[in-house]
């Protein structure tokens, strides 16, 4: 049975702020610019993984003058707590085929490294022209698979964290800053 929070029990949740708004605006304004060079003009195809790259996915994509589409994909690795259950599930799929396309997967935190070695896999099988991936946040050392964005906004350690599109229990996606999640209800 999911728990409902009370709104102090939710606030209790929230420990500590770690990446501020602003930090993340400016973070993101200057992984636009090293896309666009990057691409150089060449049209690309932003990919999301939902649900938790959705807000990122928004800020980035305008962040970007390069002609761009914009992709989604589902995967769930997480079931309603903070521990990996080890399984990728891909849940939903893109809508087209990206074989003439230089895609650039938008991922929010890569954590084990599973999730991203396995969307990588089988994009790359689709044969696309380019394939790169942008994470907003890096928990290097949780790495359980062998896997290194080619750009990376923010090296966390290794805190669960929520807030900016991402999750515990579906709760606080919508927090505007990357926060701690404080695992004990108080404080
Ligand atoms: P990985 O497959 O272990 O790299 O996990 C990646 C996915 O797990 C991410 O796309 C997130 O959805 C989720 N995840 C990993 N770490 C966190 C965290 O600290 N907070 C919220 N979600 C997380
Ligand atoms: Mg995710």
Redesign the pocket.
């Known amino acids: 049975m999911k728990p409902i929070y009370s709104q102090e029990e939710y606030n209790s949740r929230i420990k500590r702020i770690l990446i501020t708004k602003e930090e993340i605006a400016a973070a993101i304004d200057k992984a636009g610019k090293e896309i666009d060079k990057i691409y150089d003009g060449r049209p690309i195809l932003l990919v999301s993984?939902l649900?938790?790259?959705f807000v990122f996915m928004a800020d980035l994509c305008r962040a970007v003058s390069a002609p761009c589409e914009i992709g989604f994909m589902c995967?769930k690795?997480?079931y309603e707590g903070?521990v990996?259950s080890g399984v990728?599930q891909i849940t939903m799929d893109l809508d087209r085929d990206i074989s003439g396309y230089h895609v650039v997967i938008v991922?929010?935190?890569?954590?084990?490294?599973?999730?991203?070695?396995?969307i990588v896999k089988l994009l790359k099988g689709r044969n696309p022209l380019s394939l790169r991936v942008v994470t907003l946040?890096d928990?290097p050392s949780?790495?359980?698979v062998d896997?290194k964005a080619d750009l990376s906004l923010f090296t966390i350690p290794d805190?669960?964290?929520?807030g900016y599109g991402?999750?515990?229990g579906e709760y606080f996606r919508n927090l505007p800053y990357i926060a701690e999640?404080n695992e004990k209800e108080g404080n």
């Open positions: 993984i649900k938790g790259a995967a690795s997480y903070t990996s990728v991922e929010d935190i890569i954590d084990t490294g599973r999730t991203l070695n396995d946040l928990k949780r790495r359980l896997f805190h669960f964290v929520i991402l999750d515990c999640y």
